[in-house]
């Protein structure tokens, strides 16, 4: 069995959201609405897809590599996943690599039952919490660190699943967003400071769980509510919905960069609209940043909210400068006499009768290694544009997410190496500049960031990170890797 | 061996473009070139594509379905392709079903050596001839029309293979843009009107051929000039470039929904960037056709350049109404208790908090069957939108295309069974409108059409055929087919 | 993931040794050498296959479905497996279904660090040990018994791994002849009745284990001597033995149905040819059951050592009246105007031309259900045969075998059902007669069975199981599985 | 589409019969009685797989590459192939690569409608004809000798299609076994010297042809009669049939190699049965070919019947002294510290315990390179046969064959660069012996070998060539591959 590899459009030069949950109970033919809800969320993860159904007996489960449209599809793939009750997972990469056993949602058989569970986020005690169960006699079947949750609920002593599972979250971590089953029903529940998404909605009388609205919306779901940070939802196979609150009221700390760039811009997060958020992140920026120029240019697609605010508030017009293939797939080889940046025309290709002569903003969502960046800047100056500014709708990402998303190393990462006058020069742009960390806190509603309290969790600008993380402590190379004080970080 | 079945996103309710062809000679890894070069041309054909390639010596093929990406893009897919010479095609559905025989370029071992040709367009008397070629002993082994040529090649009785090819050209009529290689080197033709594109450029010394500029740009060539119709281009192993002009000189008719839909809108197509056509018909049509309302939005992504025209022209605010899924692909399970238009849903989804409570002009490029604009107008109502205003960047698509595109039939094209106010009933719009006939020209840089002698072949808005179509007349149902007189048409 | 049901040329009228096994430590390339010896264990296993080797550092395995040559006859399928140390597992279908996670060598990582272990043989407890090891929180991948070993392994409470596998196997009870592999290097055991076969050998200075001398053969190892009931060998890295002997000195009853079908005949079982044994069948056969005949026919290719004997000891001769074929695979669908026995002449062709007009001693190993004995009967009279007298080199197969063979239920075996005339009867033969089981004790060198204390396990003919069968007395349907009498089964 | 290579347990050490064919007409599920007969036809052709249907209005065809049950066991693989008339062929390598194309039965619309044709042979001056018919405008679409038959068809100007083929056979030269199919019903012919075989039988009604009787059998059809060599048998769809013999009548030369080896035992080839000719090869050989010993031990599988009927015939013990195994196939890795010979004992291991100390007679059917031969005396040493003595059930084999059998160059050939003193040093036998060019035809059931006018082609064995070679003469290297005067190849 060899499996493929993943591949990205991006030449890893993006941020990337580790996973995406799914849930519902109460439906017919449940896997197949679990199907469609992992499709659109297919975003937050495309390496690996998996479903879990309950039908009334026994669980079955699915998994394979890949998109869900390339795995579950056809009747034939969706009918032995029978049953009212089906949760699924897509995932980029996780903690483990990329093999089959560790694809999600995982599945044991306790002395109490059936027991699955599908995870977003990061466990960041997983490697101790592993090392001190294995000691105890516990094996472990993949490298995931969602299994050290179910070893956890294993060996608890509490008399119920319930307590079991609350028992075994209390010695976690991190950052988890978690759909459950049991032969009892399905159990939804936030790490305390909510740094994962994670909503609810209704099909009638059905219940359904989802990383984001979008997800409601394509399954025909109505919104009910986000799961709040700390809570856990328990529905049983009757549909009755019954709230926990074990872990007290912490102040929430939800992932920013959802609004940034992870979630879909169609998806409410935290109560307020990701597009609105992204446009008003250009208006902010237009304002903080302007400059004198003929176009507005995204990076598509991820630019493109911001770019239509830049270019509201500014007065540029906003244009489609750069176009963006639909067939973005597996690297190609690149033939010895191509042209520079193939690897890049592949994708996105310079509108060149548009530019040309012209003076250009180009927006992107962030920065994060630069090199796409460049190209991009080149392929612009090659189709003739007369003056590049780049202006970017986040903060410098100058600090790896320890909390499900994918970052390279510190050392990597552009913001993490040099300041943003050495960034311009890198990627060779006539003026470079990001919003500031209060302008994108006013984008998404707020008045200012609280530096005392943050609002969010915006580790990944400020490396102000709200949990301990402790398996990098326990690293050999962990200086390199801890953060900067967060008052350094923050000036 | 079972072959998957192509997947669009558009539910069929698009004209698809039925190919493209590329070629080149004098490059190294001439293959590798090719698939970087079809992969820029995807948009023309996702079913199938083939690369032939000629290593001095021999000749040889790679076929598969699918896109190019999943044929041709490891290292060991191009291992067997040598050679400085190759040409490749891509295809939707042609003429012959989805048979890898059927897939180009096709080849044959002539008395004068191998013979390979890839061709994006229609014969529309290969029925016919075909009849006539077989009573004479040929053999087929495609149902593709392009075989027509090869055996009409082969049994030419003239001394060499240009004027071969030359005569057999005389006895085809309809579209082709075709690029052929012998061991001699590689000829590209286009046929006398120039109804489908076919353009030329270099990389160094090596020569290009291509469909579109937008692969050149991707393999880093540099647009030389278009083909002209009629134009026969050789060029020899050594690079020697000859024009030949057997046809005379008739007056062109370049296909105008090369303008309005199918090119990439960075190609530049007829010397005139279809990027800025697009845009020009949405100032055209705001012009023609206003309307009060609170957004502009493109149903992405190809209504998007004539929504930002639109706008500009109009002073209503663009916004991304709609969202489109990057992750498009086979059709889903339907889920009993899933939500209507769950199958559009998982394409385009409303942008909820944008849309609700505001009054909406919709872009699109054309309405084919007006199945898919139903939903879309459904799902913004679902998505709270007041008022739902239909704007098309083209005139009504009444009539089959017989040169190279998929059309359904007269009585399937929702323009072909009924009037305009009949249209908007049917899509539930509150408004529908087209751009005119003569708002096209003008949006692709004319006064206006001279229906006298139309600067464009725009049979499928006029029903106005530049040439005869044999074996549509012998057909049986034909009437049910035939065109309606122009002057009708046009009125 | 579709798996492919595994397919048996012989309609599931054969009894199926469960599982071969295969262990080297010291060789360059263990892995090769572990996929030629499997190889040569195929016909122990083929539903599935999988290796596992140790390069020093790490634990690699490989597991697929299918045939060792298809899973493990390319260099990329070994590559991986790198190390001087491997181990490998062939099987039918063992307890646990026929999915990846089941295909041994089974692996964990235990606080020890790794442990891999391949079984040929059946836990007769396992079910009952393993729900006491979930009650405490023992998590199982596999539906395998195999995996109870693990376990009891990992939550042993001694200080030594070889401590805690002693430990572990005094928990359990049945028939296993185990490799195992941990950092360390290589233990290699034998249940204390060494009901299942295990041998060691020698390639220089490697060391090899394997379920039969046949393996040690292909691979080139010079035999050493079996492995003792009940005896543990210890191989370091260094290839240092030890041999460990926790269990005391029960007589040992290892499986005489090894020498009537499961190990192939060129190879040494318990001290004695196995070719020799199945000869010295038929010469018992002959003597105990004459007939008049023209021809002795074996049924191929189990048949043809002890037709021989037959042959020999009664003078009349011995020809190939069936002919089998050598494409024996899947079943073919049987279309509706096919002869009578199609599904067994894709198998076993009635050399016609032959037999016609002769009288015909048919020699068979075994009778299981009699369904394949009747067809084949019906074939040879279909050809002409004048008499067909059926004689079977083995007892009457009247009870299931709970120590890793594949048995039907007894009420499916045709000994379990009906007595030997109501046999005949059943199979339409002239005459039908088995070996005795004193025939054949005699066939494998003794002078008779030891009623008191049998030299073999002969279970599937006597009902005499050597162990407790605990898993077997805690079903529901216990009484209708359960041996008769001892006394009544040899009557 | 990678496709695997072909996979044989002889290491090229055997001749191969290139192709066998079925047709059926008249029966339900043609198909599928098709797919049956040549499952039963599997040993003359591993490498390719393919069935033609006619459902009274169109042809399907099916290909693939592997067994027939890899391709044709499913219901699914049948449902598309409809009908009550089909015909197939397997087939090892023909002229021709191991391309989809070359499958059979090829297929072509021709003006009068669809033909299609599955041949067992090869035309030895189908390189001149299908230079002539390219010259002429043909279009080759496989690099089969076959295809040059439907070219002569296609272009025949005779006004029947049975004309057409007649004439076209005319022009042939070469051995040819062919099923044709049109849409008017089925064409079975051999050519006239009746070099391949074809035999004709009835199921009820419907009328089956097959390369050997063996596939009569089991598809459960009464054998009729054999084609006669020149003769074409036509039967309509309504099953009637009539005989047509355009060739008159030369003096057959039935290849005598289907006795040796090619036939199955069971099947019965120019009114003789197969196994009863080889048994007497083995009595003729042990009368001619005395020697003292202790066993008589076959070479598997094709050496049994010969070794049954030298033991018969000596008095000396037939015994199994090498085993073979089920499951050979692919090639393994040879690890580098394995035994010599390891790739012969995959297949074929010696039986120890039984030729230790022994002086065996060694039977194999034929020596073609003399690899093997050596290999397995030397196996039979390494495991204590005293002595060695080799006896072939065939003259040497000293000459190439044009006729549809893949054999070496001459040069390859063991017997066609050495003596048989030689060729004993070579293979390291104690003795080596052929059974003489009479004996055989004395096997075969005639007085001896008529050399004025022989019964039957043995030009492998003779180097007597009962045709012209047109194609061979045409090489460049033809004087190395021409025979040698009959005489002295015969002396």
Redesign the interface.
Known sequence: ?ILPKPHFGDDGDKLHEECGVFGVLG???AA??C??GL??L??RG?EAVGITSFNGTAFTSRR?LG????N????ES?AELRGSMAAGHVRYSTTGGSD?RNVQPLY????SGGFAVAHNGNISNATALRKEL??R?????SSSDTEVI??LV??SRYPTLLDRFVDALRMVEGAYSLICMTSQGMIACRDPLGIRPLVMGK??D?VVFASET?AL?????DFARQIDPGEMVEVDLDGNIRSHRPFGAPAPRPCIFEHVYFS???S?FNDR?V??SRKHIGIELAKERPVEADLVVPVP?SG??AA?GYS?QSGI????GI?R???V????????????N?SV??KH??????VEGKRIVLIDDSIVRGTTSLKIIEMMRDAGAREVHFRVASPPTGYGCYYGVDTPERSKLLAGRMDVDAMCSFIKADSLAFVSIDGLYRAVGLAARDNACPQYCDACFTGDYPTPLTDLAGRRDAETQLPLPVAEAIA
Not at 72 to 75: D, K, Q
Not at 137 to 141: K, N
Not at 349 to 354: C, D, E, G, I, V
Request: charged share 20%; aromatic share 6%.
């Open positions: 069995m439906a017919n033919e197949a609405v199907a469609l499709h659109a297919q975003h495309q394979g998109h869900v449209a390339e579950f599809s056809t009747g969706l089959l044991a058989d306790l002395a294995v000691k006699g516990a094996i472990f079947h179910i070893h294993a060996t099909i009638g059905a979008v919306d394509v399954v025909g779901a879909r811009p169609d409410v609209s597009y609105e697609d493109v909210p239509i509201q017009p906003f244009e489609l176009i293939s639909h067939y797939g597996r690297t190609f080889i690149q033939p010895s006499d191509g042209a520079r193939a025309k592949r290709n310079a509108n060149r009768a548009l």
